[in-house]
Nanobody, 124 residues
Framework: QVQLVESGGGLVQAGGSLRLSCVLS????????MGWFRQAPGKEREFVGA????????HYADSVKGRFTISRDGAKDTIYLQMNSLKPEDTAVYYC?????????????????WGKGALVTVSS
């Protein structure tokens, strides 16, 4: 059974840091591009960042560029989202996503696998 499980969410003050993790099971990790999306209350889900299968290429939304970093560990079938200099507007449920298609993982369209989400709350 394919599954993505996020962890590491929580409450942090503005300016602080958090690291989210996401483990893929049931599929061959090395064949999947991986990404993060988020959905704030009352807003649509939006793209945060993505990492290619080999980990060489990354792509970020302008709103997080320079503050967030995505990485992947093939030995653990895990990706990470390191979030620094957090702002109250970063408050959202963060979803991990996996797909073999780069367009899908950067657009959120027809993504193969979604996680259930991890809540990140940034207080001012």
């Amino acid at each position: 059974q394919v599954q993505l499980v996020e962890s590491g969410g929580g409450l942090v003050q503005a300016g602080g840091s958090l690291r989210l993790s996401c483990v893929l099971s049931g599929r061959t990790f090395a064949t999947y591009a991986m990404g993060w999306f988020r959905q704030a209350p009352g807003k649509e889900r939006e793209f945060v960042g993505a990492v290619s299968r080999g980990g060489i290429t990354t792509h970020y939304a302008d709103s997080v560029k320079g503050r967030f970093t995505i990485s992947r560990d093939g030995a653990k079938d895990t990706i990470y989202l390191q979030m620094n200099s957090l702002k109250p507007e970063d408050t959202a449920v963060y979803y991990c996503a996996a797909d073999q298609n780069w367009y899908a993982i950067t657009s959120g369209t027809r993504v193969d696998v979604w996680g259930k989400g991890a809540l990140v709350t940034v207080s001012s």
